[in-house]
């Protein structure tokens, strides 16, 4: 029986895919474990992992995206003491991982048409800005307190967080979105929209698996799973765009 050798094109591929899911991997479960606010309703924890779920997913695919998603935040579950939630972050951050890198990698015109850019970017702009607005003022106003993870042991601080504070955030991403969708760069609504569809799927995900499985009150634990979906897009979007602005050929792999 004779061998079969991969293409040298299709082994270098495969091992900068492997490469990527190692790196993206490590720098979840980094961002997850390093901030971190805890839920004690329902033995969860805020966090701010999905900035680089994101970034990993769009710039990458859904492969990369996927699989460095769940494994990386799974690891920061067991990292942190969360091991009953392992089982469900390496299927639903791994799903959402995957749909953002899905989404994000097709083009507005062959989804939607060629004359989708401009309503797209209204909707965009519209979703990201009152996700912003409602969750923000209404759950993340007034006295905040946070833990930073530590080698010794976790440091704790507190701020305060004015409502005016979502209101002028949600005014800029809203302008932000529609300038650059309508003139610069149509493709960002879209990834916005990957980016919601994936962090939509996520807090479904949570939920479902709390109220069904750990028949905790899952609902108390929405606002901060919706929370991490929209920081995750204000930080990663712009983070995005400023990487394949060094590296113009990376959004088209």
């Not at 519209?126 to 905040?144: D, N, Q």
Request: with cysteine; aromatic share 8%.
């Amino acid at each position: 029986m004779g061998c079969y050798a991969l293409p040298i094109s299709k082994v270098t591929s495969l091992a900068r895919e492997v490469s990527l899911v190692a790196v993206f991997t490590a720098l979840v479960a980094v961002a997850t474990a390093t901030l971190s606010v805890s839920v004690p309703a329902t033995r969860g924890y805020f966090n701010i992992g999905e900035t680089v779920i994101y970034v990993s997913a769009i710039l990458f695919g859904a492969s990369v995206g996927g699989l460095s998603a769940g494994i990386g935040a799974m690891i920061a579950d067991l990292l942190l003491g969360y091991g009953v939630y392992a089982p469900a972050t390496l299927v639903v951050k791994g799903i959402e991982g995957a749909l953002v890198g899905f989404l994000a990698k097709r083009k507005i015109d062959h989804i939607l048409g060629t004359h989708s850019s401009r309503p797209l970017a209204f909707i965009a702009a519209i979703a990201l800005a009152g996700i912003v607005l409602t969750i923000g003022a209404t759950y993340y106003s007034g006295p905040m307190q946070f833990a930073v993870a530590s080698p010794v042991a976790p440091v704790e601080f507190g701020i305060t967080v004015p409502t005016a504070f979502w209101v002028l955030l949600s005014i800029i991403v809203a302008a932000t979105t529609l300038y650059v969708s309508l003139k610069t760069d149509p493709n960002l609504s879209w990834q916005i929209i990957a980016v919601l569809v994936g962090g939509s799927e996520m807090v479904a995900g949570y939920f479902l698996y709390e109220q069904l499985i750990l028949g905790v009150a899952a609902v108390v634990e929405i606002p901060f799973n919706v929370g991490q979906m929209m920081v995750g897009a204000i930080v990663a979007i712009p983070l995005v765009r400023a990487i394949s602005a060094r590296i113009p050929n990376l959004l088209n792999r």
